[in-house]
């Protein structure tokens, strides 16, 4: 009787997806992701448009900003997207790269399970790969050394190749490695030492390096100096007001001389304001609160400029850039707690004016300012420069490089086939597959471009075999040739990593076999929440 009374373990409304079917959802779900970025992937890779609930609009050809913006709920797909943050906190660039073949890896998996191969064979497999992949990287990768400013160039261009930034790049690359080489240090690059600040004026074309700080406020009155030389600069925290009187105080006036002398007072006290400023010699101020009318009118009297509500970063920077310390309480200001810097300067684009501090006492202070005629733009080239610099600063670190346009994937992938044949039955066949999906990335910059891809990836095969190592598929070009020669060259680390992550999450997903989800928990069916809508259809 009651020996046929199910046995409950977890609640009810607990949702179960055991074995295959568990493998299948995480599998298709980790390849919906990579399909959806599949077609940014390149120089002729397409922009996504991507609008939020709340109607924001972003326009991107970078892996790992699509994916954030996508809202993504499949715990599976969550992983894959995961990826693409790392990738782009380890080393700035690579983010389409790592997604597409970690899709590539589950996809090319299933086969294998299809074939009754069980995931801890796969699993074997795929790891020893990325061990063999990675020493072959290593093998395969140029070194170079840092005084070729041309080389370093070409791998900056190689990463805004395709972006919005394209039709500058050569200008771009040039603001890129030179702002790295003056940060550089014992092949270190901070890149914390240059700050991005865009601007909504005139074309990208005008897009700037400068030496020293962008603070994007105007001085508080237009009676204070435009440019100050030699500045004496001080940093205050507090607002330059009287305080206002708390609560309890009473203030009682009962005649119209005592209200005047209550005026005449509290003038005093904002006189005395500036005569401290004065006294300490600074003739540049940034105040992080308010400055009170009176206080403004003083100090444009002494020529001194002064700007208001300068956020608590941009004072950060500023006193690392010029030595002076930030101070709460104006009577600590001394000449000693200065800093200093050649020229500040309030500089004006279309209707905003900003100020400029340049020729800082720390020289390795940089500021790029991008240009661009609206958000979307602007917002596009910052994430190209964040790749560019990304790139240089990852190989001044590195010193290594490898040939792009698919050609180190298609010289990865043969070698470890000829690894494979060294190995027994089934766990070569997972080798197999693993070097199969390197080469999903040279077949992908072939379709994006229009090419016929088996045509592309069966040339590439013939001239890798031939032992022409950096055989590429060249997207300028349309053909496949040398991409060394040609200049399209990425950082080796870049790969190594989008190697690692990428197997690191596939064997993740593959050891799963029971997916228990609770109700409340987002679904887990492999669609891609409200963002994408139905994207099952796509293959
Ligand atoms: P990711 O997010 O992975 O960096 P990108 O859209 O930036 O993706 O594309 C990078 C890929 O484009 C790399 O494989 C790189 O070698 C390739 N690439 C760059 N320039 C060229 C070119 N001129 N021809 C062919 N491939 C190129
Ligand atoms: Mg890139």
């Known amino acids: 009787m009651s020996d046929k009374q199910p046995i409950y373990i977890m609640p009810e409304n607990t949702e179960r997806t055991i074995g295959r079917d568990a493998q299948r959802n995480n599998i298709l779900a980790a390849k919906l992701v990579a399909e959806a970025i599949k077609t940014t992937l390149g120089p002729k890779g397409m922009d996504k448009m991507l609008v939020d609930s709340l109607g924001d609009i972003t326009v991107t050809n970078d892996g790992v900003t699509i994916l954030e913006k996508m809202d993504i709920e499949h715990p599976a797909a969550k992983m894959m997207v995961e990826i693409a943050k790392t990738q782009e906190s380890e080393v700035g660039d690579g983010t389409t790269t790592a997604v597409m073949l970690a899709g590539k890896l589950l996809e090319n998996a299933e086969k294998l399970l299809d074939l009754k191969i069980h995931p801890t064979v796969i699993t074997k497999g795929y790891k020893l790969a990325s061990e063999k992949a990675k020493e072959i990287l290593n093998r395969e990768s ?39 080489s003056q940060i550089e240090e014992n092949n270190n690059v901070n890149l914390n030492n240059i700050k991005i600040i865009k601007n909504k004026s005139s074309g990208i074309e005008d897009t700037e390096l400068i030496r020293g700080i962008i603070i994007d406020k105007e001085r508080v009155s237009i009676d204070m100096p435009q440019k100050i030389e030699n500045a004496r600069i001080a940093l205050i925290s507090e607002p330059l007001e009287v305080k206002n009187p708390s609560q309890e105080a009473k203030i009682s006036i009962s005649t119209p001389s005592q209200l005047q002398d209550f005026i005449n007072r509290e003038e005093q006290m904002l006189k005395q304001i ?44 500023l006193s690392s850039a010029t030595g002076a310390r930030i101070i709460s ?48 733009v602007l917002d596009e080239i910052e994430r190209a420069f964040k790749d560019g610099l990304g790139d240089v600063a990852t190989v001044i670190k590195d010193r290594t490089i490898v040939a792009g346009a698919g050609a180190i994937e ?21 080798v197999n597959e693993f070097a199969n999906s390197l080469e999903f990335i040279p077949s992908t910059l072939a379709e994006n471009a229009g090419l016929d891809p088996i045509d592309v990836l069966t040339e590439l095969k013939q001239k890798h075999d031939a032992g022409e190592k950096y055989a590429g598929i060249n997207i300028f070009t349309n053909k496949v040739e040398d ?56 293959d």
């Open 410 to 430: 298609m010289e990865l992938s043969k070698q470890l086939k000829e690894f494979s044949q060294t190995l027994s039955g089934r766990e070569q066949l997972a």
């Open 329 to 376: 309480n104006l009577n600590e200001l001394s000449p000693s707690e200065l800093g200093r810097a050649k020229i500040v300067e309030e500089v004006k684009h279309g209707d905003e004016a900003m100020t400029y501090v340049r020729g800082c006492e720390n020289p390795k202070t940089l500021t790029i300012l991008i240009h661009g005629g609206s958000e979307h």
């Open 483 to 538: 991409v060394v020669e040609k200049g399209i060259l990425e950082p080796s680390r870049i790969k190594k990593q989008a190697i690692s992550s990428a197997t690191e999450v596939a064997i993740m997903i593959l050891r799963i076999d029971d997916v228990l989800a609770s109700k409340t928990s987002p679904r887990s069916s492999p669609s891609m929440g409200r963002g994408m809508p139905d994207m099952s259809g796509m």
């Open 142 to 180: 140029i070194e170079i050394t840092l005084d070729n400013e041309e080389l370093l160039i070409n791998i900056v261009k190689t990463a805004m190749t395709g972006k919005g930034a394209e039709s500058e790049k050569e200008k771009f690359s040039k603001i890129i490695v030179t702002a790295i």
């Open 274 to 317: 500036v005569e401290k400023i004065k006294l300490s010699g600074a003739n540049v101020i940034f105040c992080q609160k308010g400055i009170d009318d009176i206080v403004q009118y003083y100090l444009a009297k002494e020529n001194i400029y002064a700007t208001r509500r300068v956020p608590k970063s941009d004072m950060e920077s």
